[in-house]
């Protein structure tokens, strides 16, 4: 579409036949003033927006580089060190022109990004050839450090009414102020049956079954209504519904990288206890600042825990296989969004452009999470997953299938320095390393990190009672193996004897025999040798860790219970390799290509017997402390990740909680109270309602970051219960930023998979345990948030209604597109899932023919409510149409009435009361 645009000069003159001459003289001069006016530079309109864009971070408040401000007019031609910036008149001489229009990169400015337009220029060059014209009473900018998020949160007064019985919520009374202040009426309370539904997705992400809807409706009372909430809050489905919530934020993903090979690239194998962990937590209602301290150092606050252990799943997610700098950024990164709504990787190259973290303050931050590496550690009931493997770039490594994935900081001496420019081998040259810590503007230069001594268990976890129970077990278990394996070698050796004595000829079978035995025997005593090794082992430790008077006679017993392993193993061996050899020479005998295998295990033979000669041979005297029977880690942890911790869910800080309820209203609402979720900094937007804001966020930490509580008091709150219809108040406020009715919303991509099948009766509630493959969505029927969820593949059905991005979800998106629709009508697992809907209900129906009772049935299951009359007849109707259609001119049968029911209720799956959470 062009557009044209006449002056208002040539409008008059266009007209001026039909005019007066005084009328015509008149409007001419009004329009030449006009004209003047539209054609001159406006310094609000055409300056400052350029200004505040390009030029604030270095020369505004934030910063002032050369002594220079460009957030004022009147600072503009004051200038700065070089001078004014501007001079009023013929532009020519302006250094801030020179400056911006200089052809030489290394001197223009702005310093970084594109270069300002040909036009952005003129627009420069006009407003100063005008004369430099700003208004007297312009503003600057305000101290960055002032910013409403960061400064600490205090409890406002409640919103006083005439009426307080009208406003018993302290919700609703923040609420109603605003509209008040605008004249605007809140929407009346929703029909039992909608509220009803609203709560049960938004608490448990399922809809409420026919039973429970019934007996809410017979008494729909505040006090049910609490009630049922009550119930919903200690549901075991709360914690997956809202597990679910904090995953998007906290960026759980699988392991991911190369799933075909497989090898692991991204995120880690077992990565799922972490899920589980956040499941778990929130239906214990664990407090929030106690779930991000685990999240960040459960190895250094809860060292001797596995099952706080996992949650450090949040870092290990993080994790990049090929580059340890990017796993440190992302932590950087979304340990800032997810906690402080700050973009802290903003000031990655360089200071941020608008908060005040200086490129040192990301450093700092950095810093932190400098020592940090991987482990495996065993869980209860489950193979030993091996040693955190050291990476050999060309080799690939499959995901662990057993025991856990967590954090512990490795290199305690890690020293973080500052780089230019994004790039980690451009190191400053002559800076001292960065000492650790969050932005400076927040914390304070000093930000204290004292190391933590780790108790035993943590840095020897093969000393865990329950690694020694199960090794104990172990050895006993091989004991009485081998001691079966020795008697059925004694009674096949007797049997080749007595053969023997009959039969001169044949020695082989004799020797064979011996040698089987020999290892059976072998292995016998090394089984005893091992499990001696152990319980020697774990007793000097406990004496040395208690300061038993036997201690050193202990560490001796078990210095010599290693040795005499170590001898019965080389025993074990040479009994393994003779017997190897044995068999080699008779396939050398038979078969002449087999020399070199012969010669190789007679090579292996001569190996085992030195190894055995250098163990015999080691003197007592020579013996050392008994070697740990595991890995050994650091016996400190840098305390620094603890320190972190502690700061962010500190009341000091004043945007943990803040960020907090912020999600926690939109996953409510549908929206949230400040929009730019992971961005509570200057270039985020403001807050709707600031002192609404800061009420939750106080409430949240005096009630001991009681989220549970938090909930309850949102989902009874006047507003939640709001009827959700648009009224005539839309053409006022049509994005309903003053609350005056509940926002209807998309059910997410789980709820709508997982109530199809909740509805269907199909849908399993097992809880927890590994990832099943998306490729399983349509066999198994558990809840959504168990399948894999990574950065290279999500569940189709999902991704259709907008699942998170597992690489960066502070808030959703949603679509409406035709594929969705079409997936709710002909997808694999809703037909069968209307198939079963449609048994299910054909049973409950009081006969065959009831079709009034079916379609009842059908609107109460699927939609959570009954159909309206007119409802009532057009299903009725297509009931008989579609009947009729799919018997082709026959009389309709039982099969094609069943047909038709399917359909009717694939078409309410297609419902918008169905999709919608309103």
Known sequence: MQVVKVSFARAVVAMSSCMTPL????????????????????YERDIKPLLRERCYACHGALKQESALRLDNGELIRRGGDSGPAVEAGPSGTSLLLARVADSEPSSR????????????????????????VSPSDERSETDPREHWSFRLPVRPAVPSFHQPARIPNPVDAFLAAERDRRGLSPRPRAEPHVLLRRVYLNLIGLPPTREEMRDFLEDPSQESYERVIDRLLADPRHGERWGRHWMDVWRYSDWYGRRTTPDVLNSYGMIWRWRDWIVRSLNDNRPYDEMVRMMLAADELSPTHDADLVATGFLVRNFFRWNYDSWKKDNVEH?????????????HCHDHKYDPITHEDYFRLRAVFEPLELRHDRVPGEPDPGVYPKYDYGKAYPPITSGMVRVFDERLDSETYLYERGEARNIVSGRKPIPPGPPVFLAGEEFPVTAIDLPKAAYEPFLKPFVVQEELESKAAAIAAAEQAVVASQAAFATVEAATITSTSDTSSIEAATLALRVDEASLALAQAEREHIASWVTAETAHDTGADDAEALAQAASKAERRAAIQKAVVDLARAERAAFDARAK?????????ESAAAETRVAECRAALDRFQSLAESDLKKSQPLGPVYPSQSTGRRAALAHWITDRANPLAARVAVNHIWRWHFGKPLVATTADFGRNGTPPTHPELLDWLAVELMDSGWDIKRLHRLIVTSGAFAMQSHATETASVDVENRWYWRFEPSRMEAEVVRDSLLHVSGALNFTMGGPDIDQSQSQASLRRSLYFTHHGEARMPLLNLFDAADPCDCYRRST?????????????????????GLEASLAEEAATTDDTEGFVTAAFERVLSRPPSPEERELAKTFLDQQAALVAEGVEPSEEHRRRARRGLIRALFNHNDFVTIR
Not at 23 to 42: C, H, K, M, P
Not at 338 to 347: H, K, P, Q
Not at 816 to 835: C, G
């Open 335 to 347: 340990v800032s969004k997810a906690f402080l709504g700050l973009t802290v990787n903003c000031a």
């Open 588 to 596: 050398a005998a038979a078969d002449a290509n087999a020399q070199a």
């Open 815 to 835: 679509s409406v597109i035709p594929q969705q629709a079409l997936a709710l009508t002909n997808n694999e697992m809703l037909v069968t899932a209307a198939s």
């Open 109 to 132: 400015m702005p310093p970084e990004g594109e270069p300002l337009s040909g036009v952005q220029i003129g627009l420069i060059r006009r407003w100063i050839d005008e004369g430099a």
């Open 23 to 42: 009328l015509v003289g008149s409007l001419l001069a009004t329009a030449a003033a006009a004209s003047e006016n539209e054609d001159r530079i406006d």
